[in-house]
């Protein structure tokens, strides 16, 4: 659906393609409300002193209309001191499904539940099954 400006949101994620947690940026290519957009963050976590940071970045596609969407996407994560996979590569793969609401043509609350499984690569490599939950706001 086509509009003044494209959607934008900021949200924070709990787990997916963050790891644990990261704030993010997310919009659409061109003025739409769905269709083809991107998104960028950056999180981590810390614990006895010890702890890592994340970086996902991916394409997302948003499939659906009046502010509901089936998201389907794939990624990347840079999780720099986390080794998931008893290998020491801190780059993962992501894909994503799952749900999102953000308000039609108009600023407001945005949420997204999604499977977002992580894929390590290499030797040790694997995949382990994630989802994720955000909240945040379109602009």
């Known amino acids: ?28 290519f061109g003025k739409y409300e769905n269709g083809l957009g991107f998104r960028v963050g950056i999180g981590g976590a810390s614990w006895d002193g010890d702890g890592f ?7 997302n596609y948003l499939i659906g209309t009046k502010g509901k ?3 389907v ?3 990347y994560t840079y ?9 020491e590569n801190p780059h993962y793969g992501t894909l994503t499904i799952g749900y999102r609401k ?10 997204r539940a999604v499977f977002s499984p992580l894929i390590g690569f290499g030797e040790g490599g694997g995949f382990i099954p994630y989802a994720g939950v955000s909240c945040g706001l379109r602009f």
């Open 53 to 59: 940071m994340s970086i996902p970045v991916g394409l």
């Open 1 to 28: 659906m086509k509009t003044t400006a494209n959607a934008t949101n900021v949200y924070i994620e709990f787990a997916g393609p963050s790891i644990v947690y990261s704030f993010n940026f997310d919009a659409r």
């Open 69 to 71: 969407y089936l998201e």
């Open 102 to 111: 953000q308000p039609l043509g108009k600023k407001g609350f945005l949420f």
């Open 73 to 75: 996407g794939g990624g």
């Open 79 to 87: 999780a720099d001191n986390l080794y998931l996979f008893n290998n």
